[in-house]
């Protein structure tokens, strides 16, 4: 093997170390993918907790279900973009609840992603509290 074939094939190489290095780093489009739903998710769970919210100012209470209210002027119930499930609402007191999905990138969600609130990776929830 020639000196002209020898840089050619070690440039090659390097820009496959390279790419493999890239992918492994950020994921690929795979994750990509992945942490564009985990984005929808989150934009979902804020307008349930809006929702949340709104209904707590009319009513004077939290929901003891998720429910669309003609009062609130956004009222979503939104599902999951992948599974099509509902995402989970459970009240815990007169002014805390939980809200949950099935995040994909769990790692890369964090507390304040919905505002002040706890998150709990390992149930997909965010505890959240009504003032």
């Not at 090659?12 to 780093?25: D, E, H, K, P, Y």
């Not at 949340?52 to 979503?76: E, K, W």
């Amino acid at each position: 093997m020639g000196r002209d074939t020898i840089i050619p094939t070690l440039i090659a190489a390097l820009v496959l170390v390279a790419i493999a290095a890239g992918l492994t780093i950020t994921g690929g489009p795979i994750s990509a993918r992945a942490e564009r739903r985990d984005l929808a998710r989150l934009d979902d769970l804020r307008n349930l907790k809006t929702l949340i919210t709104c209904q707590h100012q009319v009513n004077g209470a939290l929901p003891d279900t998720l429910f669309v209210d003609t009062n609130c002027a956004y009222s979503p119930l939104g599902t999951d973009p992948l599974t099509n499930a509902p995402y989970g609402y459970e009240k815990l007191s007169d002014t805390s609840y939980r809200l949950c999905a099935s995040f994909e990138r769990p790692d890369l969600i964090r507390d304040h992603d919905l505002g002040p609130g706890t998150w709990q990776p390992d149930s997909g929830c965010f505890i959240l509290t009504q003032p």
